[in-house]
Protein backbone atom coordinates (compact mmCIF):
# COMPACT_ATOMS: atom_id res chain seq x y z
CA UNK A 1 0.00 0.00 0.00
CA UNK A 2 2.14 2.75 -1.23
CA UNK A 3 -0.05 5.66 -1.96
CA UNK A 4 -0.82 8.84 0.38
CA UNK A 5 -4.37 9.41 0.87
CA UNK A 6 -7.87 10.31 2.89
CA UNK A 7 -11.12 8.41 3.67
CA UNK A 8 -14.19 9.55 4.48
CA UNK A 9 -17.26 8.69 3.39
CA UNK A 10 -20.29 10.63 4.58
CA UNK A 11 -23.40 8.61 3.51
CA UNK A 12 -26.22 6.83 6.33
CA UNK A 13 -26.96 3.48 4.33
CA UNK A 14 -30.13 1.76 5.43
CA UNK A 15 -30.06 -1.45 4.23
CA UNK A 16 -32.87 -4.28 4.15
CA UNK A 17 -36.51 -5.38 3.71
CA UNK A 18 -37.51 -2.63 6.09
CA UNK A 19 -35.03 -0.10 5.09
CA UNK A 20 -37.85 2.46 3.83
CA UNK A 21 -39.07 2.86 6.92
CA UNK A 22 -35.78 4.66 8.04
CA UNK A 23 -36.98 7.83 5.68
CA UNK A 24 -38.97 8.88 8.86
CA UNK A 25 -36.04 9.16 10.64
CA UNK A 26 -34.16 11.16 7.62
CA UNK A 27 -36.99 13.74 7.08
CA UNK A 28 -37.28 15.48 10.25
CA UNK A 29 -33.39 16.59 9.81
CA UNK A 30 -35.00 18.73 6.28
CA UNK A 31 -37.04 21.65 5.45
CA UNK A 32 -40.57 21.22 4.31
CA UNK A 33 -39.86 22.05 0.14
CA UNK A 34 -38.93 18.21 -1.18
CA UNK A 35 -38.22 17.83 -4.90
CA UNK A 36 -39.23 13.70 -5.53
CA UNK A 37 -36.87 13.09 -8.66
CA UNK A 38 -38.11 9.64 -10.60
CA UNK A 39 -37.62 7.97 -13.97
CA UNK A 40 -39.70 6.97 -16.65
CA UNK A 41 -42.49 5.12 -14.52
CA UNK A 42 -41.29 2.17 -12.86
CA UNK A 43 -42.04 3.13 -9.42
CA UNK A 44 -45.36 4.05 -10.12
CA UNK A 45 -46.00 0.23 -11.30
CA UNK A 46 -43.90 -1.55 -8.35
CA UNK A 47 -45.67 0.41 -5.82
CA UNK A 48 -42.68 2.60 -4.96
CA UNK A 49 -44.18 5.86 -5.35
CA UNK A 50 -47.30 5.25 -3.34
CA UNK A 51 -44.74 4.03 -0.48
CA UNK A 52 -42.63 7.01 -0.10
CA UNK A 53 -45.19 9.66 -0.84
CA UNK A 54 -47.32 8.12 2.20
CA UNK A 55 -44.48 8.45 4.27
CA UNK A 56 -43.41 12.56 2.95
CA UNK A 57 -47.49 13.24 3.55
CA UNK A 58 -47.02 11.76 6.87
CA UNK A 59 -43.94 13.78 7.64
CA UNK A 60 -45.46 16.68 6.44
CA UNK A 61 -43.75 17.60 3.20
CA UNK A 62 -44.28 19.98 0.05
CA UNK A 63 -43.68 17.64 -2.30
CA UNK A 64 -42.66 19.04 -6.09
CA UNK A 65 -42.59 16.12 -8.40
CA UNK A 66 -39.98 15.55 -10.62
CA UNK A 67 -40.32 12.91 -12.81
CA UNK A 68 -39.48 11.67 -16.53
CA UNK A 69 -35.85 11.44 -15.60
CA UNK A 70 -34.08 8.97 -18.27
CA UNK A 71 -31.67 6.56 -18.36
CA UNK A 72 -28.36 8.50 -19.15
CA UNK A 73 -30.01 11.91 -18.17
CA UNK A 74 -29.62 14.69 -20.58
CA UNK A 75 -29.07 18.19 -19.83
CA UNK A 76 -31.41 19.67 -21.50
CA UNK A 77 -33.62 17.77 -18.63
CA UNK A 78 -31.06 19.07 -15.91
CA UNK A 79 -32.10 22.73 -16.72
CA UNK A 80 -35.70 21.52 -16.08
CA UNK A 81 -34.52 20.14 -12.70
CA UNK A 82 -32.81 23.38 -11.87
CA UNK A 83 -35.99 24.91 -12.53
CA UNK A 84 -38.12 23.15 -10.72
CA UNK A 85 -35.82 23.62 -7.25
CA UNK A 86 -35.46 27.20 -7.45
CA UNK A 87 -39.51 28.25 -8.55
CA UNK A 88 -40.38 26.05 -5.28
CA UNK A 89 -37.25 26.75 -3.11
CA UNK A 90 -36.53 22.94 -2.42
CA UNK A 91 -34.73 21.63 0.82
CA UNK A 92 -34.24 18.45 0.13
CA UNK A 93 -33.46 16.14 -3.12
CA UNK A 94 -34.54 12.89 -3.26
CA UNK A 95 -34.22 10.27 -6.01
CA UNK A 96 -36.33 7.53 -6.42
CA UNK A 97 -34.71 4.60 -9.30
CA UNK A 98 -30.97 4.20 -10.28
CA UNK A 99 -27.84 5.69 -10.93
CA UNK A 100 -29.57 7.84 -13.74
CA UNK A 101 -32.00 9.33 -10.77
CA UNK A 102 -29.35 9.59 -8.21
CA UNK A 103 -26.72 11.14 -10.79
CA UNK A 104 -29.47 14.11 -11.57
CA UNK A 105 -30.45 14.70 -8.49
CA UNK A 106 -26.65 15.39 -7.45
CA UNK A 107 -26.02 18.08 -10.61
CA UNK A 108 -29.19 19.10 -9.76
CA UNK A 109 -27.94 19.82 -6.24
CA UNK A 110 -24.71 21.65 -7.41
CA UNK A 111 -26.56 24.00 -9.96
CA UNK A 112 -29.64 25.30 -7.95
CA UNK A 113 -27.39 28.25 -6.38
CA UNK A 114 -24.86 28.50 -9.09
CA UNK A 115 -25.54 31.05 -11.44
CA UNK A 116 -23.03 29.68 -14.38
CA UNK A 117 -23.82 27.04 -16.80
CA UNK A 118 -23.65 23.63 -15.27
CA UNK A 119 -22.69 21.77 -18.41
CA UNK A 120 -19.67 24.53 -18.87
CA UNK A 121 -18.94 24.47 -15.51
CA UNK A 122 -18.86 21.03 -14.25
CA UNK A 123 -19.15 18.91 -17.14
CA UNK A 124 -16.25 20.72 -19.63
CA UNK A 125 -14.29 22.74 -17.19
CA UNK A 126 -14.88 20.27 -14.37
CA UNK A 127 -14.90 23.21 -11.53
CA UNK A 128 -15.88 22.43 -8.40
CA UNK A 129 -19.70 23.90 -6.64
CA UNK A 130 -18.38 27.51 -4.80
CA UNK A 131 -22.64 27.85 -3.75
CA UNK A 132 -24.37 26.37 -1.40
CA UNK A 133 -25.65 22.76 -2.72
CA UNK A 134 -28.96 20.86 -1.60
CA UNK A 135 -28.77 18.02 0.30
CA UNK A 136 -29.96 14.37 -1.65
CA UNK A 137 -31.27 11.36 -0.60
CA UNK A 138 -31.19 8.74 -2.58
CA UNK A 139 -34.24 5.15 -2.82
CA UNK A 140 -32.04 2.57 -4.84
CA UNK A 141 -34.15 0.71 -6.98
CA UNK A 142 -31.29 -0.58 -9.33
CA UNK A 143 -27.87 -1.88 -8.28
CA UNK A 144 -25.24 -1.23 -10.42
CA UNK A 145 -23.69 2.20 -10.56
CA UNK A 146 -22.93 2.79 -6.59
CA UNK A 147 -24.18 6.40 -7.20
CA UNK A 148 -25.99 6.16 -3.71
CA UNK A 149 -22.50 6.39 -1.76
CA UNK A 150 -20.27 8.14 -4.17
CA UNK A 151 -20.22 11.67 -5.73
CA UNK A 152 -20.20 10.64 -9.30
CA UNK A 153 -22.87 12.51 -11.94
CA UNK A 154 -22.75 11.80 -15.12
CA UNK A 155 -24.85 13.93 -17.89
CA UNK A 156 -25.54 13.35 -21.83
CA UNK A 157 -25.26 15.91 -24.13
CA UNK A 158 -26.88 14.51 -27.37
CA UNK A 159 -25.91 17.90 -29.15
CA UNK A 160 -22.45 18.05 -28.70
CA UNK A 161 -22.17 14.04 -28.75
CA UNK A 162 -20.65 13.96 -25.24
CA UNK A 163 -21.25 11.44 -21.90
CA UNK A 164 -19.39 12.90 -19.52
CA UNK A 165 -19.26 12.41 -15.65
CA UNK A 166 -17.93 14.69 -12.64
CA UNK A 167 -16.90 13.26 -9.79
CA UNK A 168 -17.96 15.58 -7.27
CA UNK A 169 -16.37 15.86 -3.47
CA UNK A 170 -18.14 14.67 0.12
CA UNK A 171 -20.61 17.54 -0.03
CA UNK A 172 -22.31 16.42 -2.69
CA UNK A 173 -22.61 12.38 -1.95
CA UNK A 174 -26.08 11.35 -0.70
CA UNK A 175 -26.93 12.43 2.69
CA UNK A 176 -28.42 8.97 3.35
CA UNK A 177 -29.41 5.88 0.86
CA UNK A 178 -32.34 3.35 1.43
CA UNK A 179 -31.25 -0.08 -0.25
CA UNK A 180 -33.95 -2.40 0.05
CA UNK A 181 -33.25 -5.36 -1.99
CA UNK A 182 -36.79 -6.11 -2.75
CA UNK A 183 -37.07 -2.67 -4.55
CA UNK A 184 -34.78 -4.68 -7.40
CA UNK A 185 -36.68 -7.54 -7.96
CA UNK A 186 -39.43 -6.10 -10.85
CA UNK A 187 -35.79 -4.85 -13.08
CA UNK A 188 -36.05 -6.38 -16.46
CA UNK A 189 -33.57 -9.11 -16.84
CA UNK A 190 -31.62 -7.50 -18.92
CA UNK A 191 -31.67 -4.53 -16.67
CA UNK A 192 -30.67 -6.29 -14.16
CA UNK A 193 -27.36 -8.18 -16.14
CA UNK A 194 -26.38 -4.79 -17.27
CA UNK A 195 -26.15 -3.47 -13.60
CA UNK A 196 -23.99 -6.81 -12.61
CA UNK A 197 -21.94 -6.26 -15.46
CA UNK A 198 -21.25 -2.48 -14.34
CA UNK A 199 -20.34 -3.49 -10.78
CA UNK A 200 -17.84 -5.87 -12.30
CA UNK A 201 -16.37 -3.90 -14.34
CA UNK A 202 -15.71 -0.89 -11.73
CA UNK A 203 -14.06 -3.04 -9.71
CA UNK A 204 -11.94 -3.88 -12.67
CA UNK A 205 -11.60 -0.16 -13.35
CA UNK A 206 -9.89 0.04 -9.65
CA UNK A 207 -7.75 -3.37 -9.35
CA UNK A 208 -5.94 -2.99 -13.25
CA UNK A 209 -3.66 -0.60 -12.07
CA UNK A 210 -0.50 -0.48 -9.72
CA UNK A 211 1.64 -3.62 -8.84
CA UNK A 212 2.78 -2.83 -5.30
CA UNK A 213 1.28 -5.16 -2.88
CA UNK A 214 -2.25 -3.39 -2.25
CA UNK A 215 -5.39 -4.55 1.04
CA UNK A 216 -7.44 -2.77 -1.78
CA UNK A 217 -6.27 -5.58 -4.59
CA UNK A 218 -7.59 -8.33 -1.84
CA UNK A 219 -11.16 -6.15 -1.54
CA UNK A 220 -11.67 -6.19 -4.93
CA UNK A 221 -10.85 -10.07 -5.55
CA UNK A 222 -13.63 -10.80 -2.60
CA UNK A 223 -16.35 -8.21 -4.21
CA UNK A 224 -15.48 -9.62 -7.92
CA UNK A 225 -15.67 -13.27 -6.39
CA UNK A 226 -19.09 -12.38 -4.72
CA UNK A 227 -20.65 -10.62 -8.00
CA UNK A 228 -20.37 -13.09 -10.29
CA UNK A 229 -21.35 -15.98 -7.36
CA UNK A 230 -24.17 -14.12 -7.38
CA UNK A 231 -25.01 -13.29 -10.28
CA UNK A 232 -25.30 -16.98 -11.53
CA UNK A 233 -27.87 -17.15 -8.94
CA UNK A 234 -29.77 -14.21 -9.59
CA UNK A 235 -30.15 -15.30 -13.16
CA UNK A 236 -31.46 -18.47 -12.83
CA UNK A 237 -34.17 -16.93 -10.01
CA UNK A 238 -34.45 -13.21 -10.05
CA UNK A 239 -36.13 -13.08 -6.38
CA UNK A 240 -33.08 -14.75 -5.15
CA UNK A 241 -33.28 -12.27 -2.07
CA UNK A 242 -29.82 -13.60 -1.01
CA UNK A 243 -28.55 -13.22 -4.73
CA UNK A 244 -30.04 -10.03 -5.06
CA UNK A 245 -28.93 -8.52 -1.56
CA UNK A 246 -25.25 -9.27 -2.28
CA UNK A 247 -25.53 -7.86 -5.94
CA UNK A 248 -26.79 -4.56 -4.05
CA UNK A 249 -24.44 -4.11 -1.39
CA UNK A 250 -21.23 -5.17 -3.65
CA UNK A 251 -22.39 -2.02 -6.04
CA UNK A 252 -21.87 0.54 -3.08
CA UNK A 253 -18.51 -0.94 -2.48
CA UNK A 254 -17.67 -1.70 -5.75
CA UNK A 255 -17.68 2.33 -6.35
CA UNK A 256 -18.15 4.24 -3.01
CA UNK A 257 -13.98 5.25 -3.18
CA UNK A 258 -12.50 2.64 -0.57
CA UNK A 259 -11.42 0.46 -2.92
CA UNK A 260 -9.60 3.04 -5.27
CA UNK A 261 -7.40 3.86 -2.02
CA UNK A 262 -4.06 3.56 -3.25
CA UNK A 263 -4.74 3.01 -6.48
CA UNK A 264 -3.80 4.97 -9.53
CA UNK A 265 -7.04 3.24 -11.10
CA UNK A 266 -7.72 2.59 -15.16
CA UNK A 267 -11.24 3.57 -15.67
CA UNK A 268 -10.59 3.16 -19.71
CA UNK A 269 -13.73 0.75 -19.99
CA UNK A 270 -15.91 3.36 -18.57
CA UNK A 271 -14.40 6.06 -21.09
CA UNK A 272 -14.88 3.78 -24.19
CA UNK A 273 -18.18 2.75 -23.16
CA UNK A 274 -19.21 6.98 -22.28
CA UNK A 275 -18.61 7.66 -25.70
CA UNK A 276 -20.45 5.00 -27.23
CA UNK A 277 -23.18 5.74 -25.35
CA UNK A 278 -23.03 9.66 -26.25
CA UNK A 279 -23.26 8.16 -29.83
CA UNK A 280 -26.02 5.38 -29.52
CA UNK A 281 -27.81 6.65 -25.57
CA UNK A 282 -27.59 2.52 -25.40
CA UNK A 283 -27.62 0.86 -21.54
CA UNK A 284 -24.49 2.04 -19.62
CA UNK A 285 -23.43 -1.57 -18.67
CA UNK A 286 -23.64 -2.94 -22.29
CA UNK A 287 -21.56 -0.61 -23.63
CA UNK A 288 -18.84 -0.94 -21.29
CA UNK A 289 -19.41 -5.07 -21.61
CA UNK A 290 -19.02 -4.85 -25.54
CA UNK A 291 -15.93 -3.00 -24.99
CA UNK A 292 -13.84 -5.03 -22.64
CA UNK A 293 -12.62 -7.59 -23.89
CA UNK A 294 -11.13 -6.17 -26.86
CA UNK A 295 -9.83 -3.43 -23.81
CA UNK A 296 -8.64 -5.91 -22.00
CA UNK A 297 -6.84 -8.60 -24.57
CA UNK A 298 -4.66 -5.05 -25.64
CA UNK A 299 -3.40 -4.02 -22.52
CA UNK A 300 -2.51 -7.14 -21.02
CA UNK A 301 1.08 -8.03 -22.00
CA UNK A 302 1.60 -4.57 -20.03
CA UNK A 303 0.20 -5.90 -16.79
CA UNK A 304 0.96 -9.44 -17.34
CA UNK A 305 1.31 -10.05 -13.82
CA UNK A 306 -1.89 -8.86 -12.92
CA UNK A 307 -3.91 -10.14 -15.31
CA UNK A 308 -2.56 -13.88 -14.38
CA UNK A 309 -3.27 -12.90 -10.37
CA UNK A 310 -7.18 -11.74 -11.80
CA UNK A 311 -6.71 -15.02 -13.29
CA UNK A 312 -6.13 -17.50 -10.07
CA UNK A 313 -7.91 -15.31 -7.51
CA UNK A 314 -11.28 -14.85 -9.02
CA UNK A 315 -11.60 -17.42 -11.82
CA UNK A 316 -9.71 -20.15 -10.11
CA UNK A 317 -7.53 -20.61 -13.09
CA UNK A 318 -5.03 -23.37 -12.17
CA UNK A 319 -1.27 -21.97 -13.11
CA UNK A 320 0.67 -25.43 -12.64
CA UNK A 321 3.47 -25.38 -15.18
CA UNK A 322 2.22 -22.24 -17.24
CA UNK A 323 3.26 -19.17 -18.11
CA UNK A 324 2.07 -15.92 -16.57
CA UNK A 325 0.79 -15.23 -20.54
CA UNK A 326 -1.10 -18.77 -20.40
CA UNK A 327 -2.65 -17.85 -17.16
CA UNK A 328 -3.86 -14.47 -17.87
CA UNK A 329 -5.39 -15.77 -21.17
CA UNK A 330 -7.36 -18.49 -19.38
CA UNK A 331 -8.60 -15.77 -16.92
CA UNK A 332 -10.04 -13.47 -19.58
CA UNK A 333 -11.69 -16.74 -21.12
CA UNK A 334 -13.31 -17.92 -17.77
CA UNK A 335 -14.44 -13.60 -18.11
CA UNK A 336 -16.15 -14.48 -21.28
CA UNK A 337 -17.56 -17.33 -20.64
CA UNK A 338 -19.42 -16.00 -17.71
CA UNK A 339 -20.23 -12.81 -19.67
CA UNK A 340 -21.74 -15.12 -22.10
CA UNK A 341 -23.79 -17.13 -19.57
CA UNK A 342 -24.92 -13.84 -18.15
CA UNK A 343 -26.08 -12.27 -21.38
CA UNK A 344 -24.64 -9.17 -21.92
CA UNK A 345 -24.05 -7.62 -24.88
CA UNK A 346 -20.71 -8.21 -26.13
CA UNK A 347 -20.25 -6.02 -29.73
CA UNK A 348 -20.70 -2.49 -29.96
CA UNK A 349 -23.09 -2.89 -33.66
CA UNK A 350 -25.76 -4.39 -31.25
CA UNK A 351 -25.91 -1.18 -29.32
CA UNK A 352 -26.40 0.73 -32.66
CA UNK A 353 -23.10 1.64 -33.56
CA UNK A 354 -21.68 1.67 -37.26
CA UNK A 355 -19.03 2.22 -38.99
CA UNK A 356 -18.90 5.81 -39.88
CA UNK A 357 -19.54 6.24 -36.44
CA UNK A 358 -15.87 4.70 -35.23
CA UNK A 359 -14.12 7.98 -35.68
CA UNK A 360 -16.07 10.45 -33.72
CA UNK A 361 -16.54 8.12 -30.73
CA UNK A 362 -12.70 7.63 -30.66
CA UNK A 363 -12.69 11.56 -30.43
CA UNK A 364 -14.98 11.28 -27.43
CA UNK A 365 -12.92 8.92 -25.64
CA UNK A 366 -11.30 10.84 -22.74
CA UNK A 367 -7.73 8.92 -22.49
CA UNK A 368 -6.54 8.84 -19.57
CA UNK A 369 -3.19 7.83 -18.27
CA UNK A 370 -3.78 5.58 -14.25
CA UNK A 371 -3.55 1.84 -16.07
CA UNK A 372 -1.40 -0.35 -17.42
CA UNK A 373 -0.87 1.38 -20.96
CA UNK A 374 -1.76 5.35 -22.17
CA UNK A 375 -3.68 4.45 -25.12
CA UNK A 376 -2.66 6.50 -28.34
CA UNK A 377 -6.23 7.78 -30.72
CA UNK A 378 -5.21 5.14 -33.21
CA UNK A 379 -5.02 2.37 -30.85
CA UNK A 380 -9.12 3.26 -29.00
CA UNK A 381 -9.70 3.16 -33.18
CA UNK A 382 -8.48 -0.36 -33.24
CA UNK A 383 -9.71 -1.55 -30.18
CA UNK A 384 -13.50 0.25 -31.15
CA UNK A 385 -12.97 -1.93 -34.50
CA UNK A 386 -12.54 -5.17 -32.42
CA UNK A 387 -16.07 -4.38 -30.51
CA UNK A 388 -17.76 -4.28 -33.66
O1 LIG B 1 -37.03 5.10 -15.63
P1 LIG B 1 -37.70 3.94 -14.97
O2 LIG B 1 -39.10 3.73 -15.44
O3 LIG B 1 -37.58 3.99 -13.48
O4 LIG B 1 -36.92 2.64 -15.49
C1 LIG B 1 -35.55 2.40 -15.26
C2 LIG B 1 -34.67 2.60 -16.49
O5 LIG B 1 -35.39 2.40 -17.65
C3 LIG B 1 -35.38 0.93 -14.97
N1 LIG B 1 -35.55 0.59 -13.56
C4 LIG B 1 -34.81 1.01 -12.51
N2 LIG B 1 -35.23 0.40 -11.40
C5 LIG B 1 -36.26 -0.41 -11.74
C6 LIG B 1 -36.48 -0.28 -13.14
N3 LIG B 1 -37.44 -0.97 -13.79
C7 LIG B 1 -38.21 -1.79 -13.07
N4 LIG B 1 -38.05 -1.99 -11.75
C8 LIG B 1 -37.09 -1.32 -11.05
N5 LIG B 1 -36.93 -1.56 -9.74
O6 LIG B 1 -34.05 0.64 -15.34
C9 LIG B 1 -33.66 1.50 -16.40
C10 LIG B 1 -32.25 1.95 -16.17
O7 LIG B 1 -32.18 2.79 -15.04
P2 LIG B 1 -30.90 3.71 -14.83
O8 LIG B 1 -31.06 4.47 -13.58
O9 LIG B 1 -30.63 4.45 -16.09
O10 LIG B 1 -29.73 2.61 -14.69
P3 LIG B 1 -28.36 2.64 -13.93
O11 LIG B 1 -28.57 2.47 -12.48
O12 LIG B 1 -27.47 1.71 -14.62
O13 LIG B 1 -27.80 4.14 -14.17
C11 LIG B 1 -27.17 4.48 -15.37
C12 LIG B 1 -26.60 5.90 -15.32
O14 LIG B 1 -25.61 6.02 -14.28
C13 LIG B 1 -24.37 6.47 -14.83
C14 LIG B 1 -24.43 5.92 -16.23
O15 LIG B 1 -23.51 6.53 -17.10
C15 LIG B 1 -25.86 6.21 -16.63
O16 LIG B 1 -26.02 7.54 -17.02
N6 LIG B 1 -23.24 6.04 -13.98
C16 LIG B 1 -23.07 6.64 -12.78
C17 LIG B 1 -21.98 6.38 -11.98
C18 LIG B 1 -21.74 7.03 -10.67
N7 LIG B 1 -22.63 7.85 -10.17
O17 LIG B 1 -20.71 6.82 -10.07
C19 LIG B 1 -20.92 5.46 -12.39
C20 LIG B 1 -21.35 4.53 -13.48
O18 LIG B 1 -20.19 4.02 -14.08
C21 LIG B 1 -22.23 5.15 -14.51
O19 LIG B 1 -21.48 5.86 -15.46
ZN1 LIG C 1 -20.25 2.11 -14.61
Redesign the pocket.
Known amino acids: MLGNFDYHNPTKLYFGEDSLNYLNEELPKYGKNVQLI ?6 K ?2 G ?1 YDSVMEILKKNGKEVFEDGG ?5 TIEKLREGIRIARENKVDLLIAM ?7 YAKAVSVSVNCDEDPWDKYFIRFEEPQCEIIPVGCIL ?2 A ?4 EM ?1 G ?3 I ?1 NHEAKL ?1 I ?1 H ?1 FGDNVMPKFSILNPK ?6 KR ?1 MV ?2 IY ?1 IFN ?1 ICEQYFSGDDDNTSDYLSEALMKSVVNSSLKAIEDQENYEARSNIMWTATWA ?1 NTLIAKGKTTDWMV ?1 MLG ?1 AV ?1 AYTDA ?3 MTLAAVSLPYYRYIMPYGIAKFARFAKEVWNVNGEGKSDKEIAEEGLAAMEKWMKKIGVTLKISELGVTEDMIEGIAKATIILDGGYKVLTFDEVVKILKESM
Open positions: YGGGSVKNIVMPNPGGGSCCDTMGTGSNGSVTKGVFTFSLPQAGDHLHQGTHG
